[in-house]
């Protein structure tokens, strides 16, 4: 299926989509929007997003601030998007959507989004990969099965402590690699020298590590593989009566 579409400050719309509309994060997004800004996983959290905590599973999600009365996107100018190379996922689909089904669908009308009336000609899999959307899945691939696992969806999986953790591997790769440098992390999980020496300074790497880890602890106990020594100590401390520590 083809469609239309061109964005341009020409238009009479131009940035109307940026205001009052609710844009939720993903963990790449995250990345990508604090590295653009300079600033920590941490303060770009908690001068841009809310945390909301799904109602069925407990699973944090972020949402980005809108400011002022018309609620604008807070990167918005007059110009367009003061991050432009380095927007959410949201903004690079729009004004286009995909269904459960796959089917392609849009978020606004031809009446509120002049784009879609634009002569430039686009096929679903063309605009995705002039958006730069075609990375996301291969970053997330680890997020998005734990997020459409049938575990997260039937029943209520995380408690507030775990929440606290998902939270930090998943959106906050700042506070997880102090967590993994500074923790027994490396001690429990055998993980390869170059991912190690990677993750030191690579917040993508990081990320993928993260995932890697919230998968083993909610999903597969085979996605990060204990070292030896690790199981060894478990087996004596419950021989002992003790509990490892983790």
Same mark, same amino acid.
């Given at each position: 299926?083809?469609?239309? =579409?061109?964005?341009?400050?020409?238009?009479?719309? =131009?940035?109307?989509?940026?205001?009052?509309?609710?844009?939720?994060?993903?963990?790449?997004?995250?990345?990508?929007?604090k590295?653009?800004?300079?600033?920590?996983?941490?303060?770009f959290?908690?001068?841009?997003?809310?945390?909301?905590?799904?109602?069925?599973?407990?699973?944090?999600?972020?949402?980005?601030?809108?400011?002022?009365e018309?609620?604008?996107?807070? =990167?918005i100018?007059?110009?367009?998007?003061?991050?432009?190379?380095?927007?959410?996922?949201?903004?690079?689909?729009?004004?286009?959507?995909?269904?459960?089904?796959?089917?392609?669908? =849009?978020?606004?009308?031809?009446?509120?989004?002049?784009?879609?009336?634009?002569?430039?000609?686009?096929?679903?899999?063309?605009?995705?990969?002039?958006?730069?959307?075609?990375?996301?899945?291969?970053?997330?691939?680890?997020?998005?099965?734990?997020?459409?696992?049938?575990?997260?969806?039937?029943?209520?999986?995380?408690?507030?402590?775990?929440?606290?953790?998902?939270?930090?591997?998943?959106?906050?790769?700042?506070r997880?690699?102090?967590?993994?440098?500074?923790?027994?992390?490396?001690?429990?999980?055998?993980?390869?020298a170059?991912?190690?020496?990677?993750?030191r300074?690579?917040d993508?790497?990081?990320l993928?590590l993260?995932?890697?880890?919230?998968?083993?602890?909610?999903?597969?106990r085979?996605?990060?593989?204990?070292?030896?020594?690790?199981?060894?100590?478990?087996?004596?401390?419950?021989?002992?009566?003790t509990?490892?520590?983790?």
């Open positions: 299926m083809q469609f239309n =579409f061109a964005c341009r400050k020409g238009l009479p719309c =131009f940035t109307q989509c940026c205001q009052d509309v609710n844009i939720f994060l993903s963990p790449y997004d995250v990345v990508r929007m590295n653009r800004l300079g600033i920590s996983s941490e303060e959290l908690e001068a841009y997003t809310t945390i909301l905590v799904h109602k069925d599973s407990g699973v944090p999600v972020v949402r980005l601030n809108m400011v002022g018309e609620r604008k996107c807070p =990167f100018t007059s110009e367009g998007c003061s991050i432009y190379p380095d927007r959410p996922w949201a903004c690079r689909m729009a004004p286009v959507d995909v269904d459960d089904a796959g089917n392609l669908k =849009f978020m606004l009308d031809r009446t509120q989004c002049l784009g879609l009336n634009e002569p430039t000609a686009w096929t679903l899999e063309t605009w995705m990969a002039d958006q730069g959307l075609d990375v996301y899945p291969e970053v997330e691939a680890a997020f998005n099965d734990i997020m459409s696992s049938t575990a997260l969806k039937e029943k209520y999986v995380l408690n507030p402590e775990l929440t606290e953790m998902f939270l930090m591997a998943a959106y906050n790769v700042d997880f690699r102090r967590f993994v440098f500074e923790s027994g992390f490396f001690k429990v999980f055998d993980i390869p170059a991912t190690v020496e990677a993750v300074t690579d993508v790497e990081l993928k993260g995932f890697q880890w919230l998968k083993f602890g909610l999903l597969d085979n996605a990060l593989k204990i070292r030896e020594e690790a199981i060894e100590a478990r087996k004596a401390d419950a021989v002992k009566g509990k490892a520590p983790r």
